[in-house]
Protein backbone atom coordinates (compact mmCIF):
# COMPACT_ATOMS: atom_id res chain seq x y z
CA UNK A 1 0.00 0.00 0.00
CA UNK A 2 1.29 3.33 -0.91
CA UNK A 3 1.72 6.16 1.94
CA UNK A 4 0.19 9.14 0.31
CA UNK A 5 0.42 12.48 2.32
CA UNK A 6 -1.17 15.47 2.40
CA UNK A 7 0.51 18.48 3.02
CA UNK A 8 -2.49 21.64 4.73
CA UNK A 9 -1.84 25.08 3.88
CA UNK A 10 -1.45 27.52 7.02
CA UNK A 11 -3.91 29.75 4.20
CA UNK A 12 -6.96 27.49 4.97
CA UNK A 13 -9.08 29.72 7.25
CA UNK A 14 -12.79 29.78 8.48
CA UNK A 15 -14.26 32.55 7.24
CA UNK A 16 -17.97 34.15 7.33
CA UNK A 17 -19.60 35.77 4.35
CA UNK A 18 -22.67 37.33 4.77
CA UNK A 19 -23.65 35.34 8.01
CA UNK A 20 -22.72 31.54 6.82
CA UNK A 21 -19.71 30.14 8.24
CA UNK A 22 -17.17 28.41 5.72
CA UNK A 23 -13.84 26.45 5.63
CA UNK A 24 -11.29 27.38 3.29
CA UNK A 25 -9.37 24.10 3.16
CA UNK A 26 -5.68 24.59 1.09
CA UNK A 27 -3.80 21.17 0.39
CA UNK A 28 -1.53 19.32 -1.91
CA UNK A 29 0.07 16.09 -1.64
CA UNK A 30 3.65 16.00 -2.48
CA UNK A 31 5.17 17.26 -5.34
CA UNK A 32 1.93 18.47 -6.45
CA UNK A 33 -0.03 22.22 -6.98
CA UNK A 34 -2.24 22.87 -4.57
CA UNK A 35 -6.49 22.21 -4.29
CA UNK A 36 -9.30 24.33 -3.19
CA UNK A 37 -12.29 23.38 -0.97
CA UNK A 38 -15.01 25.13 0.44
CA UNK A 39 -17.03 23.69 2.65
CA UNK A 40 -20.19 25.37 4.18
CA UNK A 41 -21.95 24.54 7.40
CA UNK A 42 -24.09 21.71 6.20
CA UNK A 43 -20.90 19.41 5.42
CA UNK A 44 -21.27 20.38 1.65
CA UNK A 45 -18.04 20.36 -0.08
CA UNK A 46 -17.19 22.35 -3.37
CA UNK A 47 -13.54 21.64 -4.68
CA UNK A 48 -12.06 23.25 -7.72
CA UNK A 49 -11.27 21.52 -10.72
CA UNK A 50 -8.17 23.56 -11.43
CA UNK A 51 -4.57 23.56 -9.54
CA UNK A 52 -3.01 26.44 -8.11
CA UNK A 53 0.79 27.08 -8.49
CA UNK A 54 0.60 28.73 -4.88
CA UNK A 55 -1.68 28.78 -1.75
CA UNK A 56 -1.98 32.26 -1.96
CA UNK A 57 -3.10 31.40 -5.34
CA UNK A 58 -5.91 29.51 -4.02
CA UNK A 59 -6.80 31.72 -1.36
CA UNK A 60 -7.20 34.56 -3.89
CA UNK A 61 -9.56 31.92 -5.91
CA UNK A 62 -11.76 31.47 -3.01
CA UNK A 63 -12.60 34.96 -1.86
CA UNK A 64 -12.48 36.24 -5.47
CA UNK A 65 -15.37 33.89 -5.77
CA UNK A 66 -16.74 34.88 -2.43
CA UNK A 67 -16.74 38.30 -3.66
CA UNK A 68 -18.26 37.89 -7.64
CA UNK A 69 -20.25 34.61 -7.19
CA UNK A 70 -23.98 34.79 -5.26
CA UNK A 71 -23.78 33.30 -1.85
CA UNK A 72 -26.83 30.52 -2.70
CA UNK A 73 -23.62 28.89 -4.77
CA UNK A 74 -21.89 27.50 -1.34
CA UNK A 75 -25.11 27.12 0.29
CA UNK A 76 -26.85 24.61 -1.70
Known amino acids: ?3 FEIICSPLSQ ?3 VEGNRFEIQIYRGED ?3 SLEIV ?3 GTSFVWDELF ?3 EDAL ?3 LK ?3 NS ?3 NFLS
Request: no cysteine.
Open 53 to 55: PTE
Open 65 to 67: DFE
Open 60 to 62: GAA
Open 1 to 3: MTH
Open 70 to 72: PIK
Open 40 to 42: NAK
Open 32 to 34: TQW
Open 14 to 16: AVV
